[in-house]
């Protein structure tokens, strides 16, 4: 009774924490780079999505979201497979950009398998070719909320498993 009280505690300090400093990967599956662009502009000090206590990092062992641009081609494809399944759970998946969510300026290339939900799960659609800066913080911004349920959710489990 009392280790799974103080599991919880410990849960709760840790879950408070990482959802005020979640961390996050780019990955370009295959695109122009546009997307990719804007992305980083959301780090500047203009737009400055580390306020929200976001950091880029470049490990999906260390990341809580993976923000994927571009349409996935065929030499793309395992590496973004292995970049997902290296990252801890829960997680969320943004794609940014009309290329990664229905081929967008790729349509009818012969080495483009398709959208990147065809190689995995995907949460968050921004839309645009590019995105602007705002589209794509606000994005992030839902992607946390889902993450925070996700986080409960998933502890949840574990306590079960656990006790
Ligand atoms: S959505 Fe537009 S800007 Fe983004 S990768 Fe595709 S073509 Fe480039």
Not at 58 to 82: C, Q
Not at 105 to 118: A, R, T
Request: glycine residues 8%; positive net charge; proline residues 7%.
């Amino acid at each position: 009774m009392l280790k799974s009280q103080i599991y919880k505690i410990k849960t709760k300090v840790i879950n408070k924490a990482r959802i005020k400093s979640p961390w996050m990967m780019h990955f370009d599956a295959t695109s122009c780079n546009g997307c990719g662009i804007e992305i980083l502009a959301c780090l500047t000090p203009k737009y400055d999505i580390e306020r929200f206590g976001i950091v880029e990092k470049g490990n999906p062992r260390h990341s809580d979201i993976l923000l994927v641009t571009g349409a996935v081609s065929y030499k793309m494809k395992d590496r973004l497979k292995l970049i997902y399944d290296q990252m801890p759970e829960p997680k969320i998946v943004i794609v940014v950009g009309v290329c990664g969510i229905s081929k967008g300026i790729y349509q009818g290339c012969y080495n483009i398998i398709g959208p990147i939900d065809k190689v995995i799960p995907v949460d968050i659609y921004v839309p645009g070719c590019p995105p602007r800066p705002e589209a794509i913080i606000d994005g992030v911004i839902k992607g946390l909320t889902l993450w925070k349920a996700k986080l409960e959710k998933y502890d949840e489990k574990k306590e079960n498993e656990k006790y």
